[in-house]
């Protein structure tokens, strides 16, 4: 299940769970949480048995063909609960939430098969850092 998570960006456990998704630079990570504080990105947690063990950031755009679109800016799962489908449960429940047409992602080449797996099209944006490919992953919900 996944609750909003921004009040509580300043518990060790949430950031700890963000510093997964981000760079791990302390200062990476403080930028992060207050970028989080101070827009309009939501941040939601999963919660398995009580405890947050993954969470997911993003932004809703409108765009010009009038699809409802996410942004995907971070995901996360606790290193210890990874390989259990809480990452698929995560996307699943955010679509749910959400209802969006599309979801975007950009991510590197370590998790761009995770998006592979539930159906989002790869494309990729070349080296956008040095040594560092970027791919662009979109998923078209289909409305049934």
Not at 105 to 127: H, K, M, N, P, Q
């Amino acid at each position: 299940m996944l609750i909003d998570i921004k009040p509580r960006l300043d518990e060790a456990g949430i950031q700890e769970l963000l510093g997964y998704a981000t760079f791990p630079d302390p200062e990476r990570l403080k930028k992060t949480v207050d970028q989080y504080k101070n827009n309009g990105s939501k941040l939601q947690g999963y919660e398995s048995e009580g405890e947050i063990i993954g969470l997911i950031g993003y932004s809703l755009m409108d765009n010009a063909t009038g699809d409802f679109t996410i942004k995907l800016e971070h995901i996360a799962v606790d290193p210890e609960e990874r390989g259990k489908g809480f990452g698929r449960g995560i996307i699943l429940e955010l679509l749910e939430l959400e209802k969006p047409n599309v979801l975007l992602a950009e991510t590197d080449e370590e998790a761009v098969d995770f998006y592979r797996s539930l159906g989002f099209a790869i494309a990729s944006l070349g080296e956008k850092y040095p040594g560092v490919e970027r791919f662009q992953c979109t998923f078209f919900v289909d409305e049934e």
